[in-house]
């Protein structure tokens, strides 16, 4: 599904990953775990490719493609998505209309003809639903003056409405409470299949407990210093990133 | 090709000294250094003519009724033309319009439809409409492809306790240059919207003096034109408890200018006056101006007053924020210009108006 060979990128001259290697199948979800500043909103934002980064070198293979060769709304419409750790605020632009756009972009991209308003109100309600969103806040203007927890919603009710293929959830667990943590995993479990690959971005190891990771990668200074399976992530809580780091 | 007007040969004519003044040394089509036409660039030809598209706004016809000044009888302005009701500087639009083109009146109370149709283009009067009935009228005037160097005038007389709304469409004009007055009594209303695009050079010049317990709204919108495009406004407040409110915004490209002047005069008796004037433009890239010239002059203590502007840019991370959804950077940016502007649509209440005010500036939207 998605296979990062030897990626070094930078920033304005800085070196933020230097040879990073990360291999997720079909059906797998990762966690990526490290220290604040250690590269892991980066290397999300590479995935999406986000301009001004510059990959200095390595490869990222996904789905047989070249993910670089890709501009960001087409590897979107490849069914790679990414929940931000800071969602925009767009003011004016309603959250359903922008849901609408999104999910008619993807079909138009895949030569589906275009979502009729009532499958979409349907198919939005449902999801809002499960995710307990108040469908009244889709009327608003998009994370505009939404708490930081309810922007989080947003992303995962994006998310679970386009149903990627593969997912990248950057720190969505800060800044929810622990209920909103709940659901929001609810959210994510759902749409775990043997079909579709997440990873799944945390500082804490909290989150884990909900959803339940194949594997657990801890990241330092712009490279993966440990892989292992869900214990890793428990070891890391009881030790730290810098105990880990150095046994690494 | 020569460009200074000839405003002489009228002012040979049987005209006061005050207008002769105005005429010879307020004149922006000889002086382009007066204060009130500063961006104006009227003395300059701008840009050829072939940039203009072919708009069709035929539909608004079918759902409004055509008017027409003709059948009224013309009314004697020139009297008028010493007399200048505003603060500062009389507008040198009024006197030559007032000079050089008869005036024709419309009593919009002879007229029993809710949407009424004109388009000024096709006429070569000054127009002055007349409201003092209850009913509730929506005036849309259309100004399209005019080629007309000479300032021409509209005035509104608004009675007391009345309302009107007017909708201005300026559109696919290679030269137009406008001046509006608006009058209202005490407890009148005035809710003016002047939709702008695919003008070479336009000035709009917007006066209104309000009496007790007045409010006026001037929205305007400003897209997608090629040259100069130049909004001037006048408010002034002259008895307590009035209120105004002008909102214009621009989306400015294609290395076209976009000029907001404002004033708003509040005289010593016009206590709780409740003023607010914002403009907001949008610049797409870096050939294209927008000049903003917010004044205030306020005699009475007891007031409120704001004024603001702002020039920004489409946000780059908002439109990565829609592509990381899939949706493509044209249609981002479309969606971000329309949200842009939607307050200045939405201020038109008229259910079937705003619709059909939004379809007209989607497609006028590139
Ligand atoms: N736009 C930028 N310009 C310069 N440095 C940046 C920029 N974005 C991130 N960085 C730097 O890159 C490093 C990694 O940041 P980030 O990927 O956000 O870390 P994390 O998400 O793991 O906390 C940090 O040292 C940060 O300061
Ligand atoms: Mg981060």
Not at chain 1, 14 to 33: C, P, Q, R, T
Not at chain 1, 185 to 205: A, C, D, M, P, W
Not at chain 2, 85 to 103: A, G, I, P
Not at chain 2, 252 to 266: D, L, P, R, S
Request: net charge negative; proline share 2%.
């Amino acid at each position: 599904m998605l296979e990062i060979k030897n990626l070094h990128v930078s920033i304005e001259e800085k070196k933020i990953i230097k040879g990073l290697n990360l291999s997720i199948n079909k059906g797998e979800v990762h966690a990526l775990m490290g220290p604040n500043g250690s590269g892991k909103s980066t290397l999300s934002y590479v995935l999406s490719g986000k301009d001004k980064y510059e990959i200095d070198d390595g490869t990222i293979e996904y789905n047989e493609k070249n993910l670089l060769d890709l501009d960001v709304d087409e590897r979107a419409n490849e069914g790679l998505f990414l929940a931000f750790q800071y969602p925009m605020e767009i003011p004016g632009v309603q959250t359903s209309f922008f849901l609408k756009t999104a999910i008619n972009s993807k079909r138009k991209y895949l030569g589906q003809s275009e979502m009729d308003a009532l499958e979409f109100a349907k198919l939005m309600k449902l999801k809002a639903e499960e995710l307990n969103i108040n469908t009244e806040m889709l009327k608003r203007d998009l994370n505009v003056n939404y708490s930081g927890g309810e922007k989080k919603k947003q992303e995962i009710l994006q998310m679970s409405m386009l149903s990627p293929k593969m997912a990248i959830l950057d720190e969505t667990d800060s800044g929810l409470d622990i209920d909103a943590l709940r659901i929001v995993s609810e959210g994510v479990n759902k749409l775990r299949s043997n079909e579709n690959s997440f990873l799944v971005i945390t500082h804490y190891q909290r989150l884990l407990n909900y959803i339940k990771p194949d594997f657990v990668h801890i990241i330092a200074d712009g490279r993966i210093v440990k892989s292992g399976d869900y214990s890793l992530a428990l070891e890391l809580e009881e030790k730290g990133y810098e105990e880990i780091s150095k046994s690494a | 090709m020569e460009l200074t007007l000839n405003f002489d040969k009228i002012q040979s004519d049987n005209v006061s000294k005050y207008v002769k003044t105005i005429l010879d040394k307020k004149n922006p089509y000889k002086n382009f250094k007066i204060e009130n036409y500063k961006y104006a660039q009227l003395h300059r030809d701008i840009r050829s003519e072939t940039l203009l598209r072919d708009i069709d706004i035929s539909e608004l016809l079918k759902i409004s009724k055509n008017i027409s000044p003709l059948s009224s009888n013309p009314v004697d302005l020139a009297s008028n033309l010493n007399q200048w009701k505003y603060k500062n500087d009389d507008s040198f639009f009024r006197v030559s319009s007032l000079l050089k083109r008869d005036t024709s009146s419309i009593n919009l109370d002879f007229i029993d439809y809710k949407n009424l149709f004109l388009d000024i283009s096709q006429i070569n009067n000054n127009i002055h409409f007349l409201k003092s009935s209850k009913n509730e009228t929506n005036l849309i005037i259309m100004n399209n492809k005019s080629k007309d160097e000479y300032p021409k005038s509209i005035f509104f007389d608004i009675s007391n306790n009345t309302n009107l709304n007017v909708i201005h469409f300026n559109i696919s004009n290679y030269k137009s240059f406008l001046y509006f007055e608006s009058n209202l009594q005490d407890n009148s209303h005035l809710n003016f919207v002047s939709f702008q695009s695919d003008n070479i050079h336009t000035r709009n010049e917007f006066y209104a003096s309000l009496n007790l317990e007045c409010n006026f709204d001037l929205f305007g919108l400003n897209i997608n034109n090629y040259g100069v495009n130049d909004n001037y406004s006048f408010i002034q407040h002259l008895k307590p408890s009035s209120s105004s409110r002008e909102i214009f915004k621009s989306i400015v490209e294609k290395g076209a200018i976009t000029n907001f002047q404002g004033k708003i005069y509040v005289d010593s008796i016009a206590q709780k006056t409740d003023g607010y004037q914002m403009s907001r433009s949008l610049l797409l890239d870096d050939i294209s101006k927008a000049n903003n010239k917010p004044e205030l002059e306020i005699y009475a203590d007891d007031v409120k007053c704001s004024h603001g502007s702002t020039v920004s840019k489409l946000d780059e991370d908002q439109i990565y924020y829609f592509k990381s959804r899939g949706i493509d950077s044209e249609m981002a940016k479309k969606i971000l210009k329309k949200a842009f502007i939607a307050e200045i649509i939405d201020s038109i209440k008229d259910d079937n108006l705003c619709d059909y005010s939004n379809k007209i500036i989607e497609s006028l939207l590139t």
